[in-house]
């Protein structure tokens, strides 16, 4: 495989043994984004390998989550930017250009989301998102509280924890191996257009 075909570091063998489900949701993801990501390439190598980071992603997607999908993507993009993965960087800034419409948003979400106009719920959110990540050890029922003033229940301060920690381990994991972004990743959605889900929250 030359450097240029290289999805990440590692030559992975494909096993070729996805069944009739996991077959389905590549095709899914390839008419979704009219290309296969190089993470689910990767993943893709093997079908309990797939089915697990699936799985565990579809648990944080539940409708019961108490989070909506932008604030979702709000999460795993500043869970990206924290810990400083490039492949997670460009992949959830283009899925959060899609849910806002808003590339500038998007960017200063992804350089700095201090600086982005949130609503006090999200930016509460994101500090504790960004603890998660990089100074979970030290957090306390005070920064819980915050996000209970915030109007977040429980359930979905889980949620919330669940989230971050999952990008988290994404975020390593992408590092580690030396996943590469596709091009198309940084060119899509920023064209501006209406969002698809209001930014208030």
């Known amino acids: 495989m030359t450097?240029?075909?290289?999805?990440c570091?590692?030559?992975i063998p494909d096993r070729d043994n996805l069944d009739?489900?996991?077959q389905a949701f590549?095709?899914?993801v390839t008419k979704k984004y009219g290309f296969v990501p190089n993470f689910v390439k990767a993943?893709?190598?093997d079908n309990q390998r797939l089915r697990a980071f699936l799985g565990a992603y579809l648990e944080l997607q539940r409708p019961d989550s108490g989070l909506t999908h932008y604030e979702h993507?709000?999460?795993a993009l500043v869970s990206a930017a924290t810990n400083g993965c490039?492949?997670?960087t460009a992949h959830h800034g283009a899925l959060l250009r899609g849910e806002?419409?808003?590339a500038l948003f998007t960017e200063i979400i992804s350089r700095n989301y201090r600086h982005a106009e949130l609503s006090p719920r999200h930016r509460a959110m994101l500090d504790f998102a960004v603890k998660v990540n990089a100074d979970a050890e030290h957090i306390t029922d005070e920064d819980r509280d915050a996000l209970r003033e915030a109007g977040f229940t429980d359930e979905t301060i889980w949620n919330i924890a669940a989230t971050a920690s999952f990008y988290a381990g994404a975020n390593r994991m992408a590092q580690a191996v030396g996943l590469k972004p596709a091009r198309a990743y940084l060119e899509m959605n920023r064209e501006p257009r209406p969002a698809r889900r209001a930014k208030a929250g």
């Not at 450097?3 to 999805?7: C, E, F, K, V």
Request: proline content about 4%; glycine content about 12%; aromatic content about 8%.
């Open 9 to 11: 570091g590692l030559d």
């Open 3 to 7: 450097d240029d075909a290289r999805i």
């Open 26 to 28: 590549v095709k899914g």
């Open 86 to 88: 490039l492949y997670c």
């Open 20 to 22: 009739p489900e996991m």
């Open 100 to 102: 806002t419409g808003d």
């Open 43 to 45: 993943y893709a190598t």
């Open 73 to 75: 993507e709000l999460i």
